[in-house]
């Protein structure tokens, strides 16, 4: 399983080609998600769409399948792996990820709609749910059911419909998916099925989310949750960044923040100026820290300093930014004029 992480070069919007009907002549139309800053936008020209409003709901929907669709799956199987095709919509059980539990059915007692499985299933936390696999290949499910009376036996609280098969002699052992409503397995879109020989085929998928369906209406939808394993922050977000004299040092400062959850390694970068949004300022690293603070034995410019500090984990995260003057009002001149002579307004030091 593949992970697609995001970066600043990421793309974060989609400018869309198309051939205009009304004029006959190529027009490009700027699809962007909302909170997109729209700084890497990526071109791409979609041959037949002749309309602006065609063009627009297609590059919201490929803004929203890269913005969304960022878990790659691949493994091989059987000769079921023959039945899906591009763009087929699968369910998915590994027990790395925490994609559910599998077993299989060994037996089945339709009068108590007791299924017995090859493997124990763990009932902790949550309403319980299994799928099971048709002969065909295609999903059956999920059925709600309870603890039977061991670890190995499930009741369903309603009659599936099929039926289980349990013997494994004339026909395969139906595989059975377990796990809480929201865990059982993932829902992932087929890429491409690669045979590798007569009986074996490589399915490589993406993992599905709703929110690229309803991209162009403006509606995302809430975040899926498809694994019980704790949940690895890709992207750290740095927050609540301050600073703070030290006594007795007049050209020093603590520069702090919040940790932030999985941050291996938080980057500190200063610059000169007092606009954190200019787009043209050049910042300069002064450090790589694991701690959430650091010493500033000096500012780079004084009190026209800029700071920003971000997380690094998987991926690096969002700069958070202020100047110097904003984290401590009363600061430090640079020269040798008395505080209270320097100006009109006094500036005290405290």
Do not use: C
């Given at each position: 399983?593949?992970?697609?992480?995001?970066?600043?070069?990421?793309?974060?919007?989609?400018?869309?080609?198309?051939?205009?009907?009304?004029?006959?002549?190529?027009?490009?139309?700027?699809?962007?998600?909302?909170?997109?800053?729209?700084?890497k936008p990526k071109k791409i020209k979609l041959f037949g769409v002749t309309d602006r409003d065609h063009a627009m709901r297609e590059g919201l929907y490929l803004a929203a399948c890269n913005k969304y669709r960022r878990t790659v799956v691949k493994f091989t199987t059987e000769m079921e792996g023959f039945i899906p095709v591009y763009g087929d919509l699968i369910s998915v059980q590994h027990d790395m990820p925490g994609w559910g539990a599998a077993a299989e059915a060994v037996a089945w007692n339709p009068a108590t709609r007791a299924l017995r499985l090859s493997e124990p299933m763990d009932f902790s936390g949550g309403t319980h749910?299994?799928?099971m696999r048709r002969a065909d290949g295609s999903l059956s499910g999920p059925w709600e059911v309870a603890a039977g009376a061991d670890d190995y036996e499930?009741?369903?609280?309603?009659?599936?419909?099929?039926?289980?098969?349990?013997?494994?002699?004339?026909?395969?052992?139906?595989?059975?998916?377990?796990?809480?409503s929201s865990t059982w397995r993932t829902l992932a879109k087929v890429l491409s099925c690669r045979p590798r020989s007569l009986y074996e085929v490589e399915i490589e998928?993406?993992?599905e989310d709703p929110s690229v369906h309803t991209a162009e209406t403006g509606?995302?939808?809430?975040?899926?949750?498809?694994?019980?394993?704790?949940?690895?922050?890709?992207?750290?977000?740095?927050?609540?960044l301050f600073a703070k004299r030290i006594p007795g040092d007049a050209i020093g400062c603590v520069i702090g923040w919040r940790p932030a959850p999985g941050a291996e390694v938080y980057h500190v970068e200063m610059a000169e100026g007092d606009d954190v949004d200019d787009?043209?300022?050049?910042?300069?690293?002064?450090?790589?820290?694991?701690?959430?603070n650091y010493h500033a034995p000096s500012l780079l410019h004084a009190l026209r300093s800029m700071i920003r500090v971000?997380?690094?984990?998987?991926?690096?995260?969002?700069?958070?930014?202020?100047?110097?003057?904003?984290?401590?009002p009363d600061f430090y001149l640079t020269d040798d004029t008395a505080f209270w002579l320097a100006d009109e307004t006094p500036f005290w030091s405290n």
């Open positions: 399983m593949d992970m697609i992480q995001t970066s600043e070069a990421t793309a974060d919007a989609v400018r869309v080609v198309y051939f205009d009907s009304r004029v006959w002549a190529e027009h490009t139309v700027k699809a962007a998600l909302p909170g997109s800053a729209v700084a749910v299994i799928g499930v009741i369903l609280a309603t009659a599936p419909d099929i039926t289980p098969e349990t013997s494994g002699q004339d026909r395969e052992r139906t595989h059975v998916t377990f796990g809480t998928a993406v993992a509606v995302v939808a809430p975040p899926i949750v498809t694994s019980d394993l704790p949940r690895r922050v890709v992207q750290p977000v740095v927050s609540g787009p043209d300022v050049e910042w300069t690293r002064v450090a790589d820290v694991s701690n959430a971000r997380g690094q984990g998987l991926a690096a995260g969002p700069w958070i930014t202020a100047t110097i003057g904003s984290l401590i």
